[in-house]
């Protein structure tokens, strides 16, 4: 598939709020901390990569920004509103459902595993949400399903199921439900591990796309190191829970001297 080039996001203005921080952030599983202290700040638009060794706690990063976990202590902000609220006594508490809705609302997250439901046509997959969660009318919802999937290539295939299609044409589809959410923030969580080596183009093709259309924040989880280089305006390593190094793709992925992470780097070359 022909190389794009993509346009960074350069000139993130330094004075534009954020859209989602991180304020030391500790996550245990029992006795176990994967995160030890995570404080990161991402601008509206900025497209991050999180790199690092399996186990470091990359996932768990994203999945508390989807309120999928809840962080053992610290902030997690989103639109200048926390997701929970450490009292005196050490209870963390939860903002209320309405705020939750409206932060997951914003947020789209694709995984490794497609997630698509089998009973549903690949149209259907993608108005589900709209319809139910948005409480759009079936004809709107509908529209831009089909504008979406026009968008990821897949308009020849709006009435076939998931099991008619190969895994980089699920994980377009995959794509296409999140973007008709219109979310701020995209999360991506190593959406190419699964596929076969053949099918893993197609599927950074639609990424670039997506980031290439600027508006849309974005945080990949990924072991594609020059797809990284190309995308991402910032990268982070990610080791044993902390961000061990930060900065530009050249910053991070050619000129540090952090031995872990060069080590890590060899692996891909
Ligand atoms: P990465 O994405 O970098 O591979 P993860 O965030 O998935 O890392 O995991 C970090 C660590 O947390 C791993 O050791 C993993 O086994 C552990 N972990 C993740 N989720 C759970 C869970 N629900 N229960 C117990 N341990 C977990």
Not at 44 to 70: D, F, N, Q, V, Y
Request: charged share 30%; with cysteine.
């Amino acid at each position: 598939m022909e190389e794009v080039a993509v346009k960074k996001t350069s000139e993130i203005e330094e004075k534009e709020d954020p859209i989602v921080v991180y304020k030391d952030v500790h996550k245990s599983f029992g006795d176990i901390e994967v995160l030890k202290g995570i404080n990161l700040e991402i601008k509206p638009a900025e497209k991050l990569a999180l790199i690092g060794p399996s186990g470091s706690g990359k996932t768990t990063i994203i999945r508390l920004l989807m309120t999928l976990e809840e962080p053992t202590s610290g902030d997690i902000i989103v639109n200048g509103k926390n997701l929970w609220k450490m009292e005196k006594n050490g209870k963390l508490v939860r903002a209320n459902e309405h705020h939750l809705r409206n932060v997951r609302g914003e947020i789209g997250m694709v995984f490794q595993h497609f997630n698509l439901f089998p009973h549903m046509t690949i149209l259907e997959n993608c108005t589900v949400a709209p319809i139910h969660v948005k409480k759009e009318s079936k004809e709107k919802a509908r529209e831009r399903a089909i504008e979406m999937l026009e968008r990821v290539g897949l308009k020849d295939k709006l009435h076939n199921y998931p099991s008619q299609l190969s895994g980089g044409q699920k994980q377009r589809v995959a794509m296409a439900r999140a973007l008709v959410m219109q979310p701020k923030i995209m999360l991506f969580d190593e959406v190419t591990s699964a596929l076969d080596p053949e099918l893993v183009g197609e599927v950074l093709e639609v990424i670039r796309d997506i980031a290439n259309t600027g508006k849309t924040a974005m945080v990949l989880v990924t072991h594609e190191m020059d797809f990284a280089k190309d995308v991402a305006d910032r990268v982070l390593f990610l080791d044993k829970g902390v961000i061990a190094e930060e900065g530009t793709p050249e910053e991070v992925l050619q000129n540090s001297k952090n031995e872990r992470l060069q080590s890590f780097l060899r692996r891909f070359r």
